[in-house]
């Protein structure tokens, strides 16, 4: 049997699971629940557990019947701050908190493909690590997961990841060659002007009108100070000041976000942003205050990798089950930190059907994911890691599928 049909077999588990992850959703740092449901299937199917790294996350590892390599499969499996609007009989029954952006499928197809390998041990060349991550809608827990050895004991030398994909139709796979993420900075800005009553304007200096013009201002970084063949977008999604009509108040707090896909770019913002900041500020009589937050790096796979799922994808699903994605996303995933450190790739995992509902965007109180997309997660999660530590080499080629 192939791992597509050996996961067909074991779709009811892995609905099941999923329906459970969905029906009770936690918040990034608060995985308790879900980290302990996730600890005890790995138990249960005798696979080596450790649990709390780096506070909810939880580490798997599958020896295989003979030496070799060591690849990591990982899945994050926090939820958002949103309140579901889906009529799914298994919706959220923690209110504000939903899995909008798909982790419980990460996280249950990550489940089904441990299960899978762990019963095929005599396929493994080397070893099989599954790291269940916390907080990747904080774009923190990856870091902490590496810095609490994650990628360590046994060393890890390749890692692969998937992540829902509305734009695509369940039973197809998104690749893409060199960057598939942006990177992601926080900017927080505080204005300081001269407070007063609204009627002597002309003795104040109005922190909000300073505001506005920095807001304006900023888009020019963008359309000015940015390649045109850069792709990046910045966003000022807050702002906070005044507490009367009748009131110039002293500060206007503003925070935001900054995406960029070139990493030589995503350098030179901080300097671009205090810099427009500032000098905007202090042509109205104001000063500024700049503080930039440089979360996460562009995720830019492995070319060889990539290949690697290719193959897979290919040979078990059909040349036309791979889409080669022509551009990258401008969000973020913190798995851009284990990319770093090892070869890695991260894959779209398509979830749409012909329901209008499956075609809502991440992040949408509404969008409901098509559950048979499981078993090809499950089934390509499997064979990429077995072909990875086989010993054949994955060779180069080209991505020919649709576009």
Same mark, same amino acid.
């Given at each position: 049997?192939?791992?597509?049909?050996?996961?067909?077999?074991?779709?009811?588990?892995?609905?099941?699971?999923?329906?459970?992850?969905?029906?009770?959703?936690?918040?990034?740092?608060?995985?308790?629940?879900?980290?302990?449901?996730?600890?005890?299937?790995?138990?249960?199917?005798?696979?080596?557990?450790?649990?709390?790294?780096?506070?909810?996350?939880?580490?798997?590892?599958?020896?295989?019947?003979?030496?070799?390599?060591?690849?990591?499969?990982?899945?994050?499996?926090?939820?958002?701050?949103?309140?579901?609007?889906?009529?799914?009989?298994?919706?959220?029954?923690?209110?504000?908190?939903?899995?909008?952006?798909?982790?419980?499928?990460?996280?249950?197809?990550?489940?089904?493909?441990?299960?899978?390998?762990?019963?095929?041990?005599?396929?493994?060349?080397?070893?099989?690590?599954?790291?269940?991550?916390?907080?990747?809608?904080?774009?923190?827990?990856?870091?902490?997961?590496?810095?609490?050895?994650?990628?360590?004991?046994?060393?890890?030398?390749?890692?692969?990841?998937?992540?829902?994909?509305?734009?695509?139709?369940?039973?197809?796979?998104?690749?893409?060659?060199?960057?598939?993420?942006?990177?992601?900075?926080?900017?927080?800005?505080?204005?300081?002007?001269?407070?007063?009553?609204?009627?002597?304007?002309?003795?104040?200096?109005?922190?909000?009108?300073?505001?506005?013009?920095?807001?304006?201002?900023?888009?020019?970084?963008?359309?000015?100070?940015?390649?045109?063949? &850069?792709?990046?977008? $910045? /966003?000022? +999604?807050?702002?906070?000041?005044?507490? =009367?009509?009748?009131?110039?108040? %002293?500060?206007?707090?503003?925070?935001?976000?900054?995406?960029?896909?070139?990493?030589?770019?995503?350098?030179?913002?901080?300097?671009?942003?205090?810099?427009?900041?500032?000098?905007?500020?202090?042509?109205?009589?104001?000063?500024?205050?700049?503080?930039?937050?440089?979360?996460?790096?562009?995720?830019?796979?492995?070319?060889?990798?990539?290949?690697?799922?290719?193959?897979?994808?290919?040979?078990?699903?059909?040349?036309?089950?791979?889409?080669?994605?022509?551009?990258?996303?401008?969000?973020?995933?913190?798995?851009?930190?284990?990319?770093?450190?090892?070869?890695?790739?991260?894959?779209?995992?398509?979830?749409?059907?012909?329901?209008?509902?499956?075609?809502?965007?991440?992040?949408?109180?509404?969008?409901?994911? &098509?559950?048979?997309? $499981? /078993?090809? +997660?499950?089934?390509?999660?499997?064979? =990429?890691?077995?072909?990875?530590? %086989?010993?054949?080499?994955?060779?180069?080629?080209?991505?020919?599928?649709?576009?």
């Amino acid at each position: 049997m192939t791992f597509l049909q050996l996961a067909e077999s074991i779709k009811h588990r892995i609905v099941e699971y999923r329906r459970h992850l969905h029906q009770y959703p936690e918040l990034s740092f608060s995985e308790y629940k879900t980290a302990e449901f996730v600890a005890d299937i790995l138990e249960e199917n005798n696979i080596e557990v450790l649990r709390n790294v780096a506070e909810t996350g939880v580490v798997g590892l599958i020896k295989g019947d003979s030496p070799g390599k060591t690849i990591a499969l990982r899945a994050d499996m926090d939820a958002l701050p949103i309140q579901e609007q889906t009529d799914l009989k298994f919706s959220s029954n923690n209110p504000g908190v939903m899995h909008a952006c798909g982790h419980d499928f990460h996280a249950s197809i990550l489940l089904g493909a441990a299960i899978l390998l762990n019963q095929h041990r005599h396929l493994i060349n080397g070893n099989i690590k599954l790291i269940f991550q916390p907080a990747e809608e904080k774009l923190t827990g990856a870091k902490k997961m590496i810095e609490k050895g994650v990628l360590q004991n046994p060393d890890v030398d390749a890692i692969v990841a998937l992540h829902c994909w509305p734009d695509l139709p369940a039973g197809t796979i998104g690749l893409r060659k060199g960057p598939i993420t942006a990177a992601a900075d926080f900017l927080d800005i505080t204005i300081h002007g001269k407070a007063g009553h609204a009627a002597h304007p002309h003795k104040c200096v109005d922190p909000i009108v300073i505001a506005g013009h920095v807001v304006s201002t900023l888009q020019t970084v963008i359309s000015r100070e940015v390649a045109p063949t &850069d792709p990046a977008v $910045l /966003t000022i +999604g807050k702002i906070n000041g005044g507490t =009367a009509p009748n009131i110039i108040p %002293s500060t206007v707090h503003l925070s935001g976000m900054i995406r960029t896909v070139n990493p030589d770019l995503q350098k030179r913002m901080p300097e671009i942003i205090n810099r427009v900041v500032t000098k905007t500020a202090e042509s109205m009589n104001g000063e500024a205050e700049v503080t930039y937050t440089m979360a996460t790096p562009p995720l830019i796979s492995d070319d060889l990798m990539v290949d690697l799922i290719g193959s897979v994808v290919s040979e078990m699903l059909g040349q036309d089950s791979v889409v080669f994605l022509e551009n990258p996303s401008l969000g973020s995933e913190d798995f851009s930190f284990y990319a770093e450190q090892v070869p890695g790739v991260l894959f779209r995992l398509g979830t749409h059907n012909e329901k209008a509902e499956s075609k809502l965007p991440l992040h949408n109180a509404g969008v409901i994911f &098509d559950e048979d997309a $499981l /078993t090809t +997660g499950v089934s390509v999660m499997c064979e =990429a890691a077995v072909r990875f530590l %086989s010993k054949r080499t994955p060779t180069k080629q080209t991505l020919t599928g649709k576009v």
